[in-house]
């Protein structure tokens, strides 16, 4: 009984949605962190934007590796680092390897290229969270087994309207910035 729920199958499920849990914080943080309401908080909320940035990078790998183990739909590694060639969901497979990429090549440029490449190609690079996001949330969605379930369904859900909600927010608030600057020059 106890085995079951330690089963690699179990384990695949659980390290996807903590890898989409932990990705989704880190992008809220992150975004958090500009927006004025929060800027006393910015401290903390970097903290948080990196560290479940990377364990939730972490969980992928984990998530991926498993896939190599699986008694009923085993893949090959060449299935996972190469988008589309799966034999299982092809393109919901390969949109899963894209997103990893993209939340790789975020991780990298952050943490060991930033003064190579300079502030401003990190910032474009580092918006390449918001694809890898999208692509991340249609991946568990189609392929999941549990996304009819109602738990996973808030789950995605909450995701959707708090990311949203704060790119929202971003948005208008860098617009009311333009206009101040445009009305004090
Ligand atoms: C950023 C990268 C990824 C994230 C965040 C992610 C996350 C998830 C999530 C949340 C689920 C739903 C689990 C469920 O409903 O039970 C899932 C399922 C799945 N993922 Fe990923 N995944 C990623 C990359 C990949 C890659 C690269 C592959 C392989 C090519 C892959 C293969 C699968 C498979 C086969 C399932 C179905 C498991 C099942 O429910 O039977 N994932 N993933």
């Known amino acids: 009984m106890i085995l079951d729920v330690f089963s690699n199958w179990n384990l695949i499920r659980t390290a996807g949605f903590l890898a989409y849990f932990l990705l989704t914080i880190s992008i809220m943080a992150g975004l958090m962190q500009k927006i004025s309401s929060f800027q006393n908080q910015k401290q903390l909320l970097m903290e948080i934007h990196k560290i479940s940035g990377w364990i939730g990078t972490l969980n992928v790998i984990f998530h991926a590796i498993l896939l190599l183990f699986d008694q009923y739909v085993p ?38 290229f930033l003064k190579k490449l300079g502030f401003k190609l990190w910032k474009k690079l580092h918006f390449l969270v918001i694809p890898a996001w999208v692509l991340m949330i249609l991946h568990g969605i189609f392929i999941g087994t549990d996304s009819e379930e109602i738990w996973a369904i808030i789950i995605y859900s909450a995701g959707i309207v708090l990311i949203t909600t704060l790119l929202m927010m971003r948005y208008f608030e860098s617009k009311v910035k333009v206009v101040h600057r445009k009305n004090a020059n």
């Open 75 to 112: 893949y090959q590694i060449w299935e996972i680092m190469i988008p589309f060639v799966a034999k299982n969901e092809p393109f919901f497979s390969g949109i899963g390897t894209i997103s990893f990429y993209l939340f790789l090549i975020v991780m990298l440029t952050s943490d060991f």
